[in-house]
């Protein structure tokens, strides 16, 4: 073949560069085009479907709630993408489980008041700051906020939620049986008791949570604990050894002698004291409402705590005031998402619905001040308690044991009066030599 004149070659060289050239030109400008919208989709992809996942413990009976609560929470903020796990675990044992590996514990769980220092001691509790612990203490109760607070190196801390106020006792009583001014008095009460053969259920034997609200009677018996910065029981004090503890002693020697009061219970044993008719007021909590109105029903009745005699003299029972509370675990991945979500489960409108589901005390000053909790009677009964019952809170870690046998004596006798006031001195010189630190 013969070769073709140089400038028509040339000219069709060029002519193909160029087709080559405004093909690469628009492949290329194509390329970044996809390119930029690929990431841009990404960028939206990843904002809305990058997953935030919260592990979240809460009770058995509260599995249902939580869950609507989370996915109430979601929804405030579609423009994440969150995903709840849940695990079941009850309040009153959640430190123990948590601290078993704290690094692969919850994102978010519930917790007894009391259990907050060691939880802290071992990094398990996330510290709160900022605005959300100024509307934690806004809008709840001081005492609550107390709860949640410790005290380290001088400067008070804020390291969980409020989320109920209601673990403490009362009087439920039979209407029928006792009327609102006998159980002002736990003589009265025993007095009208015994004139009809029944009984007054009061566990102040193998439990010192109860039996403290004789103690707590007194101002001026008291424990101390000192800690230090990281929490550690440095020194613990307590005076129930006193010339006033001897005095709480003899007045439960005398309660414990008398017959229409049944010191030696569990809340099986009020259950069934309660149905067989044996039992017709029982000091007890809010676990126990269901079963005791399912036996009395209208007939039910509320009361705070009465008054004993002590020292001759007529003094209101005291007691224990706990708090349920929610941390965030200071192990979190995602501790800030997580601070979020604490605060979303313990706000007023969770409060309400904890209160109208399942008839927990509220903490939010609101919801308290509600007429929908002001007319609940147990719900009513405890908060007023709140205002004067101690804290459940820097109990010494030597306190329980020994207050769980201290009336041991009284219970082993056949006529506890023959308990001298010597062995009751005994009693609580031992008591305190084994909580004293």
């Known amino acids: 073949m013969r070769a073709l004149p140089y400038s028509l070659k040339g000219r069709m060289e060029m002519k193909k560069l160029l087709t080559i050239l405004v093909i690469l030109c628009i492949a290329c400008t194509m390329a970044f085009a996809g390119g930029e919208d690929e990431k841009s989709t990404t960028t939206t992809t990843t904002a809305s479907s990058e997953r935030i996942t919260l592990t979240v413990w809460a009770s058995q009976e509260d599995q249902a709630m939580i869950k609507e609560m989370c996915n109430a929470y979601a929804a405030a903020n579609p423009d994440k993408n969150y995903k709840f796990l849940y695990g079941v675990q009850s309040e009153s044992d959640a430190a123990d489980k948590v601290l078993n590996d704290p690094e692969s514990g919850p994102d978010v769980f519930a917790f007894a008041s009391d259990q907050i220092n060691k939880l802290i001691q071992a990094g398990a509790l996330a510290r709160v700051g900022g605005s959300i612990l100024e509307d934690i203490k806004a809008v709840n109760t001081a005492e609550s906020v107390d709860a949640a607070t410790v005290t380290i190196g001088g400067e008070e801390r804020v390291y969980a939620y409020p989320m109920t106020g209601d673990n403490t006792y009362f009087v439920y009583y039979d209407s029928s049986k006792l009327s609102a001014d006998d159980v002002k008095s736990l003589d009265k009460m025993l007095e009208v008791a015994a004139a009809q053969g029944k009984q007054v259920a009061y566990k102040l034997y193998e439990d010192g949570w109860y039996l403290s609200s004789f103690f707590f009677a007194d101002p001026e018996l008291y424990y101390k604990v000192t800690y230090s910065d990281d929490l550690t029981e440095k020194q613990i004090e307590i005076n129930y050894d006193s010339a006033k503890g001897l005095e709480v002693m003899k007045a439960l020697r005398t309660y414990f002698a008398n017959p229409a009061l049944t010191a030696n219970v569990d809340d099986s044993k009020i259950i069934a004291g309660i149905q067989s008719g044996t039992i017709i007021a029982a000091v007890s909590g809010t676990w126990n409402k269901t079963a005791i109105e399912n036996v009395w029903g209208s007939n ?138």
């Open 300 to 437: 039910m009745a509320i009361a705070a705590m009465p008054t004993a005699t002590i020292g001759g003299k007529d003094v209101l029972l005291n007691g224990y005031f706990g708090y349920k509370l929610i941390g965030v675990n200071g192990y979190s991945q995602n501790k800030a998402e997580a601070h979020k979500l604490a605060q979303w489960l313990t706000n007023e409108q969770n409060q309400l619905l904890r209160f109208q589901t399942r008839g927990f005390g509220p903490t939010n000053i609101a919801v308290k001040g509600s007429a929908e909790v002001a007319s609940d009677a147990i719900i009513s009964v405890v908060l007023k308690e709140a205002e004067y019952f101690r804290t459940q809170k820097g109990v010494p870690s030597t306190y329980w044991t020994p207050m769980g046998s201290l009336t041991k004596q009284f219970v082993d006798t056949p006529d506890p009066t023959t308990v001298t006031d010597a062995d009751l001195q005994a009693l609580l010189d031992s008591l305190c030599s084994q909580i004293r630190k």
